[in-house]
């Protein structure tokens, strides 16, 4: 579980857009459609094979949001300081491969076929931004 305390601008602008981002990645990844989104230090992304993912690349945290057009469960939760996100594991890039490694299994997915280039500049650039 990863939270944040938020300040009142990034609170009533950047919030209400990841909640909304949310919801929007694993309806693309349902009609296997890819797209970024950059929320904050956040990204989310879906893919032609019905894949969406949430990630933080700062702390290489990542949560599937949907798989093979399927949308899968995340907990999200805000109050009016703070917000907390359960991740479900961890990611790096090697080479063209993403992979991520679930927490609580220990179960480590390679796969092949996602835009590592793009999660790669994307991932740069906020840690350039936000580092």
Request: hydrophobic share 30%; charged share 35%.
């Given at each position: 579980m990863?939270?944040?305390r938020l300040s009142s601008a990034?609170?009533?602008?950047?919030?209400?857009?990841?909640?909304?981002?949310?919801?929007?990645?694993?309806?693309?990844?349902?009609?296997?459609?890819?797209?970024?989104?950059?929320?904050?230090?956040?990204?989310l992304f879906s893919t032609g094979t019905g894949d969406a993912w949430l990630l933080d690349p700062a702390d290489r945290l990542a949560a599937r949001l949907a798989?093979?057009?399927?949308?899968?469960?995340?907990?999200?939760?805000?109050?009016?300081a703070r917000f907390a996100i359960g991740?479900?594991?961890?990611?790096?890039?090697?080479a063209d491969a993403f992979i991520?490694?679930?927490?609580?299994?220990?179960?480590?997915?390679?796969?092949l076929g996602y835009p590592i280039q793009r999660l790669a500049q994307l991932g740069s650039e906020i840690s350039n931004m936000f580092g």
């Open positions: 990863w939270g944040g990034y609170r009533a602008n950047e919030l209400s857009r990841f909640a909304e981002e949310i919801k929007y990645i694993p309806r693309r990844a349902a009609e296997h459609d890819g797209r970024f989104v950059t929320v904050g230090s956040l990204v798989r093979n057009g399927d949308p899968e469960d995340l907990y999200f939760e805000e109050t009016e991740w479900k594991g961890n990611y790096r890039i090697a991520y490694t679930d927490r609580d299994t220990g179960r480590v997915l390679t796969i």
